[in-house]
């Protein structure tokens, strides 16, 4: 089960407000109580929380690799500023925001969770191409901690969430 939501609001002089959750939890069927590692939650990133790898956020495996669980929480809070770039045209967007988010196993030990919600804030640049939407981001990590895989830039093609 997922739910995700968007809202965004103009303010002023072109300035939009926008707010993004999205909270994810599986479980098993039948006599497994678990979810297929396949089918685990990820979080960390340019859709969820810039500022960390890829995927990187939640508990690990033996080889401390991520290994996903089976609830996510992210949220997104951003300002869209107005185009000071190219104001002739709307396909171009900068924005600041903060974000936040963990992902938790509940079906293993609670030792292999994460303690604590990871936060970042940043700038990023959208351009709605012709083939399709790119997005830069440059975040810093707010509390990551020794265990965490930061990554302060980011490049996405294709979705712009």
Do not use: C
Not at 35 to 58: D, I, M, Q, W
Not at 71 to 89: D, H
Not at 110 to 119: A, D, I, Q, T
């Amino acid at each position: 089960m997922n739910y995700l939501t968007q809202w965004y609001t103009p303010l002023f002089k072109g300035f939009v407000f926008s707010a993004i959750g999205n909270v994810g939890f599986g479980g098993g069927y039948g006599n497994t109580g678990r979810l297929p590692f396949y089918k685990h939650f990820y979080a960390g990133g340019s859709n969820t929380v810039r500022g960390y790898k890829e995927s990187s956020l939640g508990p690990r495996d033996s080889h401390a690799k991520p290994f996903g669980g089976n609830f996510m929480g992210t949220g997104s809070l951003r300002l869209i500023l107005p185009n000071f770039i190219a104001k002739e045209t709307n396909s171009v967007r900068l924005s600041v925001f903060a974000e936040g988010g963990q992902v938790y196993d509940f079906a293993r030990s609670s030792r292999s969770n994460p303690r604590g919600l990871r936060y970042s804030a940043g700038v990023s640049v959208t351009w709605m191409s012709p083939m399709a939407p790119i997005k830069l981001s440059y975040a810093i990590p707010l509390n990551s901690s020794s265990d965490d895989d930061t990554q302060r830039g980011s490049f996405s093609f294709g979705t712009v969430f």
